[in-house]
């Protein structure tokens, strides 16, 4: 019932997130609980080290330069600050700390080598770091990897059809691109999607299509729930339903049996009842700390709370993969190759995306 498959068909999985409510929680379930622990939940915190002025369209973004919202813009922190708040997340059951810079792409320089110190400072406290950083090439992958980094998050966000509705800025291929580059390092992959977009229930099917097909699947999918942020092209957009969610994070669950499924953006309008059937149909990793970027995400007390109440146990750090060796910058084998990659611009027009742009100028 639940082998590793790469050949899902959009249609197969429309079948599963179909399924009568009860059949496919109790399938999601089975599942999970042949490939996992399911008293065990991962928690990771989101840090974001450079906020806000980012030149692309996502229309969910409040981070877009050219949208009018009211986050206040940072600078990249400073090792200092990082590690201090690596130090508070992992003391508050983190193991997982989350790095995630505005950026289109990664460029070589003092910013980049800035955030290869962060990586080391970060693992040689003993927790899994993961960055998100926007497009990177093989060499800046290898170097992130050299210094330490567990993972590397760049969503598909959605299906490749519904893709062009959302970002005119930059290609699906060059998402898979990127995921690419990851896996020719030891880093494991983590990317996944947003609900709640305007997108059909067949665009969820596509994206999951596009995640299982990838060899291997994803070592963590991340399933958002649009958070609508005013001044957003998407500010319009209604809640999703928990009962999405759920069928969601279960369909999921079934497609890809031994990646972490992480509930992530939208937890805060969800009840503990509903986080507690996510993680009863599969959700095991959840970000903590009061803020997701830049939208809101419950207390961190209120999580171990309803961890006490569920009786799940924080998953310990470098369960399913050993700890990266972190190699100094001194010692370093990859030096930048100051490339200057072509990612694509299909530079189409998205009239939402326009719109808001306008809006906010
Ligand atoms: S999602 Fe990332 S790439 Fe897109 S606008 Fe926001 S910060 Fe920029």
Not at 235 to 253: F, G, H, L, N, S
Not at 281 to 287: D, P, R, T, Y
Not at 334 to 349: D, T
Request: charged content about 25%; glycine content about 6%.
């Amino acid at each position: 019932m639940s082998e590793i498959r790469h050949n899902w068909t959009k249609e197969e999985i429309l079948a599963i997130y179909h399924k009568p409510f009860m059949d496919l929680m109790y399938e999601a379930a089975t599942v999970h609980r042949k490939h996992h622990d399911p008293n065990v939940v991962q928690v990771s915190t989101l840090l974001s080290i450079k906020t806000g002025g980012c030149p692309e369209d996502c229309g969910y973004c409040p981070q877009a330069a050219r949208y009018h919202t009211d986050i206040e813009g940072n600078d990249l922190m400073s090792v200092t600050q990082v590690k201090a708040q690596a130090l508070r997340a992992k003391a508050a059951g983190s193991s997982r700390v989350c790095m995630g810079a505005a950026w289109r792409n990664v460029k070589d320089g003092p910013e980049f080598d800035q955030v290869l110190e962060m990586v080391r400072t970060i693992n040689k406290l003993d927790m899994e770091v993961c960055c998100t950083l926007g497009m990177l090439t093989e060499n800046q992958a290898l170097r992130l990897a050299e210094a330490g980094l567990y993972a590397y998050n760049h969503n598909l966000d959605t299906s490749e059809e519904y893709y062009k509705e959302v970002i005119s800025t930059r290609g699906f291929e060059d998402r898979l691109k990127t995921i690419e580059n990851v896996r020719k390092t030891n880093v494991t992959v983590c990317s996944g999607g947003i609900i709640g977009m305007g997108e059909s229930v067949e665009d969820r099917a596509g994206m999951l299509v596009a995640l299982a097909r990838l060899n291997p699947q994803p070592e963590s999918v991340p399933i958002n729930a649009l958070v609508a942020v005013e001044g957003t092209p998407l500010e319009d957009q209604k809640p999703v339903a928990i009962w999405e969610m759920i069928r969601m994070v279960a369909t999921t669950r079934i497609v890809m049996p031994e990646t972490q499924v992480r509930l992530s953006a939208g937890r805060t309008e969800m009840s503990r009842e509903g986080q507690a059937m996510c993680f009863f149909a599969g959700a095991n990793s959840i970000f903590a700390g009061d803020k997701l970027l830049t939208t809101p995400n419950p207390d961190v007390n209120e999580d171990m709370k309803m961890f006490e109440t569920l009786g799940l146990q924080p998953q310990k750090p470098f369960i399913k993969l050993m700890q990266p060796q972190t190699v100094e910058a001194e010692d370093s084998q990859f030096q930048p190759l100051g490339e200057k990659p072509k990612w694509s611009r299909p530079g189409h027009s998205i009239e939402r995306n326009v719109k808001a742009s306008i809006k906010g100028k």
